[in-house]
Antibody, heavy 120, light 107 residues
Framework: QVTLRESGPALVKPTQTLTLTCTFSGFSLSTSGMCVSWIRQPPGKALEWLALIDWDDDKYYSTSLKTRLTISKDTSKNQVVLTMTNMDPVDTATYYC????????????WGQGTLVTVSS | DIQLTQSPSFLSASVGDRVTITCRASQGISSYLAWYQQKPGKAPKLLIYAASTLQSGVPSRFSGSGSGTEFTLTISSLQPEDFATYYCQQLNSYPVTFGGGTKVEIK
């Protein structure tokens, strides 16, 4: 049974760095083709893809946010970590992690999401 | 970046209606397109991947078609539980992109 769960602070101040952890079970990120990604959704708005890390430790980032994002994995702990620097109120959103199981590039399992509010 | 444009952005329909949502890509993406359904307060749910493959457990009234730059999601007979927002997504090339969403509401 595949599950993913996001964890991190619910509230961050402007200019701070956000660190989110995705803890997963039911699969291994060392399996060929496997990827874990972060996606966010501001309240009432569309989904926005942020970053992805694959089984081979290749990393990919949103064009508009790549200077602020870092994604990493700890295969032994079944965790993927996303850091986002210089947080701003416009970064207030629900942050999801999700799995891509292989070549077709679709997200088949998602976490429940975690709401992060940026406010002083 | 590949842009995905969904139309319409809002759709009002009745139970039993046939509904079609379109997703157009700014450049060819072969069949690397997926469709998701999202209900308020919930994570998106995968409906269709590889443009036309129905995800396990998804009702057969949902279908997808298309390749290249134009794709459609069809709900053959809208059910009360289908009122939600639908998104398309591509991973033909990085970065991953999503469409802007189509909200399906009850007429």
């Amino acid at each position: 049974q595949v599950t993913l769960r996001e964890s991190g602070p619910a509230l961050v101040k402007p200019t701070q760095t956000l660190t989110l952890t995705c803890t997963f079970s039911g699969f291994s990120l060392s399996t060929s083709g496997m990827c874990v990604s972060w996606i966010r959704q501001p309240p009432g708005k569309a989904l926005e893809w942020l970053a992805l890390i694959d089984w081979d430790d290749d990393k990919y980032y949103s064009t508009s946010l790549k200077t602020r994002l870092t994604i990493s994995k700890d295969t032994s702990k079944n965790q993927v970590v996303l850091t986002m620097t210089n947080m701003d109120p416009v970064d207030t959103a629900t942050y999801y992690c999700a799995r891509i199981p292989g070549e077709t590039g679709h997200f088949d399992y998602w976490g429940q999401g975690t709401l992060v509010t940026v406010s002083s | 970046d590949i842009q995905l444009t969904q139309s319409p952005s809002f759709l009002s329909a009745s139970v039993g209606d046939r509904v079609t949502i379109t997703c157009r890509a700014s450049q060819g993406i072969s069949s690397y397109l997926a469709w998701y359904q999202q209900k308020p307060g919930k994570a998106p749910k995968l409906l269709i991947y590889a443009a036309s493959t129905l995800q396990s457990g998804v009702p057969s009234r949902f279908s997808g078609s298309g390749s290249g730059t134009e794709f459609t999601l069809t709900i053959s007979s809208l059910q009360p539980e289908d009122f939600a927002t639908y998104y398309c997504q591509q991973l033909n090339s990085y970065p991953v992109t999503f469409g802007g969403g189509t909200k399906v509401e009850i007429k």
